[in-house]
């Protein structure tokens, strides 16, 4: 089977894919796959060729695969399809593994993941596999890796798996320290680390501010509850200004309106602006019943003129008798 056939039996899965027949796009996408594996001599002489057909059918798989409720086991039927991780498109593997943890499902995803990161090296401002990430069975899918595409790898591992299934930051901090990353990128996911690590103490209760010698104890708490009413009241204040900044967007709010257009700028308040704007749909209404009334009345002029020329054309059709003004009207005998 060529390209050509391969990429038709992809477009009849996606076909299935869209007309929700999940069952059949599963099916015939997992069938595709296999015979793609089965032609790979053939197919992988045109690698971006190859790789689009790799990935096209792979999302119609995943895809499918939550559309029959078997999220949970995309992770490894991406194993048993593809073979081995090194084969798998960055997209369809990223999919994947999101839709199975929107599942609450983790089952194979961290295995999946460590086994991504082992495959790939840095060298040269990109990746590329190591050997044993290239096949035994010839596979020559697309060997170098663009730095983006491994960093939203890395993102997904450390925040959507690291910090968030494992709750330790400090173990996507270490990681993240460890790992093979441009130093730029790895300053980026450290600071956010940090940041989300600093929020996640700041809302923990310091127990050692309730602790205190035994002959002060009720001065301690009586303290700790009023730096705790001032702390709540502060967070009340905050909250409070900054759903002030956010006030909801109102027509008949005091704030002007400002439109600026080119360098020149107008404000208007928004109830001048709100009432202009009640009286253009006024007018816009009354222009369009106007000329509804026209049409009514040009059709009735239409009517009555049509009518009028009917008459005229029925009155000059009768014959009539030129002399029968002076002929005399015959007498009649008794």
């Known amino acids: 089977m060529d390209a050509t056939d391969i990429w038709g039996e992809i477009e009849r899965s996606e076909s299935y894919l869209v007309c929700s027949m999940y069952e059949e796009a599963e099916s015939l996408s997992s069938s ?15 690698e971006h060729q190859f790789h689009d ?10 895809q499918s ?4 409720s078997r999220t949970v086991e995309i992770v490894n039927e991406l194993r048993d399809v593809f073979g081995e991780v090194a084969a798998i498109p960055v997209q369809v593997l990223l999919t994947g593994i999101c839709l199975q943890i ?7 995803v961290c295995e999946i993941l460590e ?18 990430g290239v096949s035994a069975k010839g596979f020559h899918e697309k060997n170098c890796l663009d730095i983006d595409e491994y960093m939203e790898v890395v993102e997904l591992y450390t925040f959507g798996v690291l910090a968030k299934v494992s709750n ?7 990681w993240v320290e460890k790992a093979a990353l441009p130093e730029e990128r790895r300053q980026g996911i450290l600071r956010r680390l940090h940041s989300l690590l600093s929020f996640k103490t700041a809302n923990v209760p310091d127990a050692s501010s309730f602790e205190e010698n035994s002959k002060d104890s009720s001065y301690a708490v009586v303290n700790n509850k009023k730096s705790l009413a001032n702390e709540k009241k502060d967070k009340i204040d905050s909250v409070l200004k900054l759903s002030k900044q956010h006030e909801p967007w109102s027509l008949w709010s005091s704030h002007p309106l400002s439109l600026k257009v080119g360098n020149t700028q107008f404000s208007m308040s928004r109830g001048k602006f709100a009432i202009s704007l009640v009286g253009l749909i006024i007018c816009y209404a009354l222009k369009r019943k106007r000329a509804a009334l026209i049409r009514i009345i040009r059709r009735q002029m239409e009517s009555t003129r049509k009518a009028i020329v009917d008459f005229w054309k029925l009155a000059f059709s009768y014959q009539v008798n030129p002399l029968a003004a ?5 007498s009649t005998t008794t």
């Not at 086994?115 to 044993?132: G, M, P, Q, R, T």
């Not at 002076?326 to 015959?330: L, M, Y």
Request: no cysteine; hydrophobic share 45%.
């Open 32 to 46: 595709t796959l296999k015979i793609i594996f089965g032609n790979i001599d053939v197919l992988s002489e045109g």
């Open 53 to 62: 057909i790799l990935e096209s059918a792979g999302m119609v798989l995943v």
């Open 65 to 68: 695969l939550h559309g029959i």
């Open 102 to 108: 929107s599942n609450g499902s983790y089952s194979g």
């Open 115 to 132: 086994e991504f990161f082992s495959i790939w090296v840095y060298k040269d401002s990109h990746y590329i596999l190591n050997d044993a």
């Open 168 to 174: 330790d930051i400090g173990l996507a901090i270490s």
């Open 326 to 330: 002076i002929q005399s009207i015959p």
